[in-house]
């Protein structure tokens, strides 16, 4: 239901901006939000969204990244922006349709998509 896009190998300090197309109304999902796993580490929470657009994000990206939706065309956005060789990793987007508080704990996401590699080079 959810397919991510828009990864790719960036400069440090240059930006990609992510999409997640949805296959059901955006609207639909209380939360969306943005993961990312690196090699060898753990799954870590980037950004949520809610249902009112209302955002959160990892203190890793504050400042750096933009979560965004556009529920006309049922799709997620994460623009990242000063791209550092640490946000190295495979970014996926979820959502969930009964979570009623901004989580990045990834377990309690039902939906997700297959991902897509950012790489950043120093």
């Known amino acids: 239901q959810l397919v991510e896009s828009g990864g790719g190998s960036v400069q440090t300090g240059g930006s990609l901006r992510l999409s997640c197309a949805s296959s059901v109304y955006t609207y639909n999902y209380s939360y969306m939000a943005w993961f990312r796993q690196a090699a060898g580490k753990e799954r870590e929470g980037v950004a949520t969204i809610d249902r009112a657009g209302m955002t959160t994000y990892a203190d890793s990206v504050k400042g750096r990244f933009i979560i965004s939706k556009d529920n006309a065309k049922n799709t997620l956005y994460l623009e990242m922006n000063i791209l550092k060789p640490e946000d190295t990793a495979m970014y996926y987007c979820?959502?969930?349709?009964?979570?009623?508080?901004?989580?990045?704990?990834?377990?309690?996401?039902?939906?997700w998509g297959q991902g897509t590699q950012v790489t950043v080079s120093s």
């Open positions: 979820a959502a969930d349709r009964e979570i009623g508080y901004p989580s990045l704990v990834g377990s309690v996401y039902t939906y």
